[in-house]
Structure formats: C-alpha cells, structure tokens
C-alpha cells in the first residue's frame, strides 16, 4: 500500500514536471514561427528591437540582416537557418515534441 503510494506519487510528479519542460519547449517554438512570420510578412532587411539582458533588463538591439537566424537545435548545438528552412524545422520538431 504505502510503497506503492509514494512510489506512485514521485512517477507522477516527475512525469508532470517532463510533460512540463516539453510544453515550454513548444511554446519557444510557437514564439519562434511566430516571430519569424512576422519578420516575413514585414518584408524589411533590418529590425530594431529590445532585447532581454536577463532580469528584465532590457537594451535596443539592431538586427541588420534577417535573413536568417540561429536556432538551438537541442544538445547544446545551434544550426543558422534561412527564415523558410527554420520554419520548416519548427514544424518538425513541434511534431516530434507533441508525440512524446
């Protein structure tokens, strides 16, 4: 009974903590599809924006070329795409995380 109980308890919540971490990896990539769209539909070479420094600190920040960006592929590793090639992996990769 009570073995079981809490064993049950700590699979449960580390199950709920995973299911978590896999939410909040998709909702980074929904903000990347959807920055990338509107930088697309912008249609403009360069973008100004702020930028978070970390504890709500925040500076202007120019971006002088759009045309790419860079995307935390996972493991540690970044891959520069153009902005169709990263919607394309966006795409992919939100498949592979609603599976799991």
Known sequence: GNFINEKMKVDLFNTLQDRDKIYEEIAQYLELKNKILMIQKREAPSLKTML?????????????????????????????????????????????????
């Open 52 to 100: 978070n420094l970390g504890s709500d600190f925040y500076v202007q920040a120019k971006i002088p070329d759009v045309s790419k960006v860079i995307v935390n592929v996972g493991l540690g590793f970044h891959v520069e795409f153009s902005l169709p090639e990263a919607l394309t992996f966006i795409t992919t990769k939100e498949a592979h995380l609603t599976k799991r």
